[in-house]
């Protein structure tokens, strides 16, 4: 009887399919030769089969009838309630005010609870996946409508952000990643899996789902002092008037998204329009930072679709590192496309790349240490340069040097000792540097005593620096110096 349920199906599917697509249905392997040329194509083709066999399967029915509207007694509510009760980990208790909470969101709040239906097409696979992986209640995702109205970008007047609403610190608590560029409690997959952890910790401590909620809420400390103020009671609804004013109608609240969800239906309530669901998305690992002015240019996204499955970049830039490995939400349908283009994408980033520095970098073969009395001139003419070459090598603004500062004397990096021209050259700036040195100059032996540091010595020198002595005797990186070392101080000739 299954097979034939099943086979009449596919005949009803592919004969609809005729109707609306007149062009005749060409052979798989016919189709797959055709477009062997065209690796984008067979890639599409790929993802549209894929997608058709998805939606038709029994696992995906997303079909809801309408039905005739029933009666809505209090002892129906009761009953409804009591078989969530027995089909659920949750103590689904029928009390006034839970009953409240639903007749008043059915009174106000149908046309909302129609649009987070939608919403909801998109992300409770994907909160059901990582409940699944904690081993948590799948009835859990209803507390992402309670948070956040399931919108990812949502904000508390208090600070809490994302479809779980986390606090800064909870968050990085939980592993969320939160910087000038990403904030991982806007997303989706991760902040789910934040949460996730951060509810099963609360049931290990609590055992209660209700007073998990309520610690969810309003934090562990406030349910605990409730609990030490009600003297030992552990049930959420005796120590509902303890708890802060807010927390005392977050449960009922979430009780009556719930049923409202799981009875949708009896009460004509029906989704819209959902723009995409999750099975319709994948993502990929970004290998350059990457804009999405950019994204959007290459593979024509529209904008408020790309920042709305990427709501985690504030700046709208996906950042790169080697120790995070930041993600791209797409369409399915894109993600063919995106690949297709990777190379052009990565390699035409929108921003120039950061000019390099014309500055030289010094080493003791191409530079000069400013001896006292020396000024721009005279340098150059002792290294026959001139005056803004020495300039724009070493990025001066001004005429102003200082005595003890290296200067690159030389254009060129590095002075390879196999080339004559500029070994001769090197020999040439150490030859001037003595003898600069030694013409101003007189030095005497210092030999260092215990405790004594680079500072104490520079200290019983007038108008000499610590980095003139660390100069001086070849000693860069220490502060302290064995006793007995032998140091050369030069001293100003007279």
Known sequence: MKKIIIIFFFIVHFSMFAQDNPTPIVDN?????????????????????????????????????????????????????????????????????????????????????????????????????????????????????????????????????????????????????ISSYVDERNDPRKSTEAACKYLKSLYNTFHDWDLVLAAYNSGPGNVSKAIRRSGGLQNYWNIRHLLPSETRGYLPAFYATFYLFEYAQEHQIFPNNAEITYYETDTLHVKKKLTFSKIIEEINIDKYLLTKLNPQYRLEIIPYSIDNKYILTLPKSLISKFVHKENRIYGMPENKKREVSKHIKTNHLNSYIVQQGDNLVKISKKFEISPNELKNWNGLQTDYIIEGQRLAVNNNQELPNNNKRNSDLSQNIKARQRESQYHAYNYETYVVQEGESLFLISKKYPDITINQIRTWNNIWGVSFVEPGTELKILTTSK
């Open 29 to 177: 392997t016919t189709f797959i030769k055709e477009t062997e040329r065209d690796a984008l194509a067979f890639a599409e083709y790929v993802d549209n089969t894929w997608m058709a066999n998805q939606y038709n399967s029994p696992l995906y029915e997303n079909t809801l009838e309408k039905i005739v509207n029933e009666e809505f007694s209090s002892d129906l509510l009761k009953k409804r309630l009591e078989k969530l009760s027995f089909e659920t980990p949750f103590e689904v208790e029928y009390n006034a005010t839970v009953e409240r909470f639903i007749r008043l969101y059915l009174k106000t709040r149908k046309g909302d609870i129609s649009n987070l239906m939608d919403k909801a097409n998109y992300y409770f696979p994907l909160f059901e996946e990582f409940l699944d992986k904690y081993d948590l209640p799948l009835e859990l995702k209803y507390l992402a409508v309670v948070e956040s109205a399931l919108e990812p970008n949502a904000k508390s007047s208090a600070g809490a952000k994302g479809l779980w609403q986390f606090m800064y610190h909870t968050g990085k608590q939980f592993g969320l990643n």
